[in-house]
């Protein structure tokens, strides 16, 4: 019988104390980036021409998590992790003589030496604070209800890339800005001094004489919102200062318009809104009580 009643207090009713831990943790967000709808450009035929089957859900953001009890019944944390997510593609010019749409040396099919290399990374790092409601069940296993509050970074950066790059071609300026202040004049000789002169110059002059030259461009864009993720958790102690918390949620965000930003942090005034929102699952080994 005593026995027994040892056996019956290790399970229940639970133990009240305060305690809190750190550790590893990871976020799987089931959304494919690549199909965002402010990124259709990515996968059309006539832009970039991406296959965006291969930006894979879930998305994966690693990084840690703490947490610590204030109350018997109220827990406190936060979680940051980031990851990133890259695909490329490359393109080859080549005589189709036969028109079968393949390159058939066989065939003196004749593969051009210019090659076309684009690459586009999405980047994702998300940051907040968290805040639960616990259910204690057994010694060493809680549920719990809460949501995490915080700001998130969504970039995109593509990079293109023409022939053989070489050393010398990746410092050529684009713009032909030796001042701070040009003065334009009657650039169109049409004998007024008017607007159209300044897109005349622009159109005309602005361009340095050498940025033909170049092999390659690239082009980073990023945009910070507001995150929320409502979740329902559990906590699992498999040691005396170890264990396992795992939560399930809904991860929202929006990027709303005019907010998208430059990689010098110019404000690209005619941006789309970007939604972000998929079910989210957290998984965490912890050390700590």
Do not use: C, H
Not at 11 to 20: A, H, I, L, R, V
Not at 191 to 197: F, L, N, P, S
């Amino acid at each position: 019988m005593q026995a027994l009643l040892f056996s019956q207090e290790d399970y229940y009713p639970p133990e009240s104390f305060y305690g809190g831990g750190v550790g590893f943790s990871q976020m799987f967000l089931f959304q494919n980036l690549g199909e965002l709808k402010s990124f259709e450009m990515l996968g059309d035929k006539n832009s970039f021409g991406f296959d965006l089957t291969k930006f894979s859900s879930p998305f994966i953001l690693y990084g840690g998590e703490g947490f610590s009890n204030i109350t018997e019944k109220i827990r406190i944390g936060g979680f940051v992790g980031t990851n990133s997510i890259m695909r490329t593609k490359k393109t080859t010019l080549f005589l189709d003589k036969n028109g079968d749409g393949q390159l058939n040396v066989d065939n003196d099919e004749q593969a051009s030496t210019y090659t076309y290399d684009s690459q586009a990374k999405i980047s994702l790092w998300l940051s907040g604070a968290t805040i639960e409601y616990l259910f204690p069940v057994f010694r060493g296993l809680e549920l719990s209800i809460g949501s995490m509050f915080g700001l998130g970074r969504l970039n995109l950066n593509i990079a293109q890339t023409a022939v053989s790059p070489s050393w010398q071609n990746q410092f050529i300026p684009a713009f032909k800005l030796d001042s701070t202040l040009i003065e334009v004049t009657d650039e169109n000789l049409d004998g007024t001094i008017t607007d159209a002169d300044l897109s005349f110059y622009e159109e005309n002059k602005i361009f340095s004489g050498t940025s033909r030259k170049l092999t390659g461009s690239m082009t980073s864009v990023s945009g910070t919102f507001m995150n929320i993720q409502p979740f329902l958790g559990i906590k699992l102690q498999l040691l005396d200062r170890m264990g396992l918390r795992l939560t399930i949620g809904f991860n929202t965000g929006t990027i709303t318009e005019e907010q998208w930003k430059t990689e010098n942090g110019t404000p690209i005034t005619d941006s789309p809104e970007t939604v972000l929102g998929s079910m989210a699952l957290r998984a965490m080994m912890y050390f700590g009580l």
